[in-house]
């Protein structure tokens, strides 16, 4: 049992000492001034990263242009947290955007053609409804499902 703890330490020592020696030698010289010329641009690139969060994320769909109690899609996905839906309505039938789901029940105004009806809600990860909230509407098809991730 010693004399194998002694190899293995010696061995481990032996590494240990060739590897350092060998990584000096070759990138000291080198790393130290290239450090010094990348610390200024890490700094100045961070800021814009915290504003894009700060507005959350953004789901646009349309209302079907040829009158059809529909929306041009059936399935949204988000990541989790602020969400905001922006629903365009090109078609002559007034159209709104509403979204129902674990504790969520948010409608958003009814617009006419060439408007827009927009609903900001905060998501948790699950699968909730959106829905045109007009009379009629939902039950007719106008519906889809939102996955938050
Ligand atoms: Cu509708």
């Known amino acids: 049992m010693n004399r194998i703890a002694v190899v293995a330490v010696v061995a481990v020592a032996a590494l240990v000492a060739t590897g350092c020696g060998s990584s000096k ?3 000291s010289s080198t790393s130290s001034s290239s450090t010094a010329t990348s610390t200024q641009s890490p700094s100045s690139t961070a800021k814009p990263t915290k504003g894009k969060a700060a507005g959350g994320a953004q789901l646009k769909l349309s209302a079907d242009p040829s009158g059809a109690l529909k929306f041009t899609t059936s399935s949204l996905t988000a990541k989790s947290g602020k969400v905001t839906i922006t629903m365009s309505n090109p078609s002559s ?3 709104a955007i509403a979204v129902e789901g ?3 029940d948010k409608k958003g105004k009814v617009a006419g053609q ?3 009806s927009m ?3 905060a998501l948790k990860p699950g699968t909730y409804t959106f829905y045109c909230p007009v009379d009629g509407h939902r039950q007719a098809g106008m519906k889809g499902t939102l996955t938050v991730k």
């Open 119 to 121: 609903i900001t809600v």
């Open 102 to 104: 674990s504790g969520i």
């Open 114 to 116: 060439g408007g827009s």
């Open 25 to 27: 030698k070759s990138s």
């Open 93 to 95: 039938i007034p159209h």
